[in-house]
């Protein structure tokens, strides 16, 4: 055994002086031997790896074995043995906030998949945690300290296993790629790396998200809301003219800077996708900003995301209140009630009719009705859930009904080249960023 480890420490060292004069590049820890269901997301973000500029260190950082020396208080037995892997290494966290049975028994993962962290520990010895500041399906985001740049960022690390692990550092990347030169309004991707077979990415901290915002009192006018989204259509059609679909836009997936309020970025591409592919079993958007193609599992498209930016524009205007269900079955009965039935050649593509519709293509949530001129008309039925506080789909669009007044005549107007059952007929951003109403403000 003890031959082994001088073998191991031989081959450290010798990595490492071979690194130094430039001979071989630093490890990536990414190249690990997990297989993921999508090795191309997975190779993408190794290849492209120096694309990432970092600037010069304000905190040159430590080598082994003088990291291991210098931060020898702070460091488990297991990290003692970990640290050797190292370059560099900025931080050991603190000692008295680790968790002793995980780092005794190895495991670092809860039994939800989430990385086992705390405050004052640290993250690929280079960021310190400062609090939790976020959670979703698939990840959970912290505030922490670049100790390597000597500022705050957001680290955001993966859930363990996903099926799409690395579709937002790959999504990311691409649009940093693309992004030479040009704004794309969404977050700048600037670490990512695996710790402890969790899989994180950093990016810079915002002060707030857009939910948050459109519930701080005051109330701003409806107006100050509409110009902001202005930057979330330049994000947009940045994405567009790069194919590359968000997948999951909504007010919490919009982030800002209390003193740069219009310069808002577009977050969380962990649904992103390719634009003109079938949805297939892939899961895009939230219930409440999901555009109808993907309840009916047809095309994803940049269209989709358009369709969500409608659904924040009718939610600015009108509250939560607007394209508000919690199932899939009562958010599509919605649209149903306030769009009306889709085109036929559109019902024509549908691959399970049967989700929403009958075998006869009726409303679930209706019964139909046919009279002796054989004219089929719709009655809500009483025993689906789906049917509460729902009307039967008419021949038009209800959408008037919801913005009325001369006020909202150019709110409607846009709203109705958003909601549209066709996204081929969908409104472009670049062609919505000079619509008359982002420029009322002027």
Sequence with gaps: MKLYRYWQQFKRGSHR????????????????????????????????????????????????????????????PYEQNEIQDYELVYTAGSRNSKFGTCHSLQQFTTNEGRYRVRKNDHIDYRYVVEKKIGEGSYAEVFKCIDTRNEKCVAVKIMKRPISNLYKEAATLLRIHKHGKGEESHAVELLDYEHFRKHLFIVMNLYDTD???????????????????????????EFLRRHDIVHGDLKPSNILLNLNDKFNMKLADFGLSATSNQPVGTNVFQTVNFRAPEVFLELQVT??????????????????????????????????LDYF??????????????NK???????????????????????????????????????????????????????????????????????IHPAFALMHPLFYAGD
């Design 17 to 76: 002086i071979l690194v130094r004069i430039g001979i071989l590049k630093p490890r990536s820890r990414l190249s690990s031997d997990e297989d993921p269901p999508n090795e191309s997301d997975k190779e993408y973000i190794i290849r492209l790896r120096n694309l990432i500029d970092e600037p010069e260190p304000k905190n040159p950082g430590w080598e082994f074995p003088k990291s291991a020396l210098h931060f020898k208080k702070e460091l488990t």
């Design 210 to 236: 857009f939910t948050h915002y459109l519930a701080m009192k005051p109330r701003q006018e409806t107006i100050h809301y509409i110009m902001q989204l202005r930057s979330v259509l330049h994000g947009l």
């Design 302 to 335: 940049c269209a989709i995301d358009m369709w969500s930016f409608g659904a924040i524009v009718a939610r600015v205007v009108n509250g939560n209140h607007f394209l508000n269900e919690y199932t899939a079955a009562k958010q599509f009965a919605l649209l």
């Design 340 to 353: 009306g039935m889709p085109p036929k050649e559109m019902m024509a593509k549908i691959r399970h009719p």
């Design 356 to 426: 929403f519709f009958t075998y006869g293509g009726h409303p679930q949530y209706c019964t139909a009705i046919q009279d002796e001129n054989g004219e089929v008309t719709y009655e809500t039925h009483p025993h689906d859930t789906a049917a509460i506080g729902r009307q039967p789909p008419g021949e038009r669009s209800r959408l008037g009904e919801f913005f009325q007044g001369k006020e909202n005549a150019r709110i409607l107007e846009f709203l109705n080249k958003c909601f549209t059952w066709k996204w081929e007929n969908r």
